[in-house]
């Protein structure tokens, strides 16, 4: 058993973007949504439904095998490790991860990878996200 980021009560998201800011904050110090490893966008619309990008932890990602230097390589228990050293900034990984998680630093012109840490779940006021058990 291993423990992966999951989206378990989506329609309790208020988008206050405190899963954001946390995951920037602890991995690159920085205050800013757009640092973060996952997505929350707001659906315009009378009941302003929310959604949560977070990566799914892939056992074989897709993003992974698009990267033609091997920058991105699988994590054990799911997800990936980046070497920044090897990113050509070609976005091949990006364009890969068919549920579109996969974040993009568009200034380093780097993806921004999930750690799978949960940093973004203690910080979430509505229990959306947690740190689930899944079998390996």
């Known amino acids: 058993m291993g423990k992966l980021l999951r989206v378990i009560n989506r329609e309790q998201c208020i988008g206050c973007y405190s899963c954001m800011f946390a995951c920037s904050r602890t991995w690159f110090k920085a ?3 757009e640092m973060a490893a996952l997505r929350v966008r707001n659906y315009a619309g009378v009941e302003g439904a929310f959604s949560i990008r977070p990566c799914y932890g892939c056992a074989d990602p897709d993003c992974a095998r698009a990267c033609p230097t091997q920058a991105l390589s699988p994590r054990p228990g799911g997800g990936v490790k980046l070497d920044e050293t090897k990113c050509t900034h070609c976005g091949a990984c990006r364009d890969a991860c068919i549920p579109n998680a ?7 012109k780097m993806p921004i990878v999930c750690h799978q840490c949960g940093v973004c779940v203690q910080f979430c006021p509505n229990d959306v996200i947690s740190m689930s058990e899944i079998a390996k």
């Open 31 to 33: 205050i800013t949504m």
């Open 102 to 108: 996969l974040q993009w630093d568009a200034e380093r």
